[in-house]
């Protein structure tokens, strides 16, 4: 699974944005629902109206699944004052969706990752520093946070976790103006965290991003200002040795890995890291580099580097696209497992104007891995369609992407679509569009053992409505593929 969440809308925008535990939902038919198309179930509007709502997340379960999302919404008067807050609502083994709940205040901010089981672990801004933990369920229960540590530097916090319950955190801290170090700590199944430790000094980059693999395997990687991606590895418990393989040894709490610098990155502006640790150990990291400055952002980069299983070290870094002109929603790039056929890259990128006297567009790429490189990028939106706002999940028998395609107004707003892998021949099919009209502006998707299914959930507006953003959601049985 994929397991690793960040705070923010995804842009290190550097304003805490609540990422909050969202849904997994199974959509029945419900007065006023939008017509679906293809094998997509018509879609249902979970929430009420909210003057704008931020990022979700499907946290799904064998025995119901959960959905909840960050709203804003404007005091009553001339005040101008907003409040903050966040919902959820829950669906059970029926798929009958609750009413829209509020979410304790204590919840709201934080990155939040899947942890399987219907379990979920979330991370938690207290203020002033500290940074806390809470584990949960798709009943909507989470327990007291835990205090991690209390010198985390800005919302910089990133949470991985996998089905045993192992967890990991990265963070940063900025002992001094201008200079900042990157800390981890990890929890194995059962246990406690671990006291924080440092793994670089002096850094003083802008991220640490974290990974961790089905076997407790671990990878932070980390930006520096001299404009280079490092990255350390940990290796989880293992079972019994065995002499003919020796990495197949009990080695629980053994040390990290020595630094390796992976490839280049942006100079303490904008880098956009994905670490990935597979089943089967080998890890892999794609970033999204940009370097930004007074006189404007230059080109975009997504590079890749891989660490083959069994090996101690990273292999050359591959560029796998230049963008001369990226747009503004070019976004992190997503890894995900594409069951029998290796591993995807999906990222967003510019592309020229589909027609004379027209703007340019955003696309939608993806780049499958050969062993342990990846081929040149193959473009998956529709020609000419303006694609934004992409997701992605991994399931047992492949992947699957959305995204939002249609018009920039203040941001990408149109209708959602799907691509999902075909096991046959491990690769995206043709990508359907999930509700035949809407006004979405982000979506979000994941894998559903609670009807073997594909859970998609957006933030939509309503034109005319007093208050005009919703979520609404839809699902796709497997044998959508």
Avoid at 46 to 67: A, C, F, Y
Wanted: hydrophobic share 40%; aromatic share 6%; net charge positive.
């Amino acid at each position: 699974m994929r397991a690793i969440a960040q705070l923010g809308s995804r842009t290190r925008s550097g304003r805490v944005q609540a990422l909050v535990f969202s849904v997994a939902v199974a959509a029945t038919w419900a007065p006023g629902a939008h017509a679906a198309t293809a094998d997509w179930a018509p879609p249902v509007t979970v929430s009420t109206g909210h003057d704008s709502i931020g990022e979700s997340e499907l946290i799904p379960g064998k025995t119901g699944d959960l959905l909840a999302w960050n709203h804003s919404d404007r005091a009553s008067g001339d005040s101008g004052r907003s409040a903050e807050g966040a919902s959820y609502a829950i669906a059970a083994t029926n798929g009958i969706f609750g009413p829209e709940q509020r979410l304790s205040d204590g919840f709201q901010p934080g990155p939040l990752v899947d942890l399987g089981g219907g379990r979920a672990a979330q991370l938690i801004y207290a203020g002033k520093g500290d940074l806390k933990i809470s584990i949960g369920d798709v009943r909507g229960k989470f327990s007291k946070p835990r205090t991690i540590t209390s010198e985390v530097w800005g919302p910089s916090a990133t949470v991985a976790g996998n089905e045993r319950g192992d967890l990991a955190v990265a963070w940063l801290t900025s002992p001094q103006t201008s200079h900042r170090d990157v800390w981890v700590s990890v929890q194995p199944a059962g246990g406690r965290f671990g006291a924080p430790q440092r793994l670089a000094a002096r850094t003083d980059g802008s991220v640490a991003a974290v990974a961790m693999g089905a076997s407790g395997d671990v990878a932070v990687a980390y930006d520096t200002k001299q404009g280079r991606l490092l990255a350390r590895t940990r290796i989880g418990r293992r079972g019994p040795c065995q002499s003919t393989n020796p990495s197949g040894c009990s080695i629980a709490g053994r040390a990290w890995g020595t630094p390796q610098d992976i490839g280049p990155a942006a100079r303490v502006t904008s880098n956009q890291i994905t670490p990935y640790v597979g089943p089967d150990g080998r890890v892999t990291v794609a970033w999204l580099q940009r370097q930004l400055s007074e006189g404007g952002a230059g080109p975009a980069r997504v590079n890749v580097a891989v660490r083959p299983a069994g090996v101690r070290r990273f292999l050359k870094a591959q560029t796998l696209f230049r963008d001369p002109d990226p747009l503004g929603w070019t976004g992190q790039p997503v890894v995900v497992a594409n069951r029998g056929g290796g591993r995807v890259i999906a990222f967003t990128a510019s592309a020229p104007a589909p027609a004379a006297g027209t703007d340019s567009i955003s696309v939608i790429k993806v780049a499958y891995s050969q062993r342990d490189r990846f081929g040149v990028p193959q473009t998956l939106s529709p020609a000419g369609q303006n694609a934004g706002h992409m997701a992605a999940a991994e399931g047992p028998r492949g992947a699957i992407i959305t995204w939002v395609a249609g018009q920039t107004e203040s941001s990408l707003i149109g209708n959602v679509f799907a691509a999902v892998t075909d096991p046959s021949r491990h690769r995206f099919g043709a990508p359907q569009q999930v509700a035949a009209t809407d006004r979405a502006f982000s979506s979000v998707v994941k894998y559903s053992p609670n009807g073997d299914r594909w859970l998609v959930a957006w933030a939509a507006m309503q034109d005319g409505a007093p208050k005009p953003a919703v979520v609404r959601t839809s699902f796709c049985r497997l044998a959508c593929q």
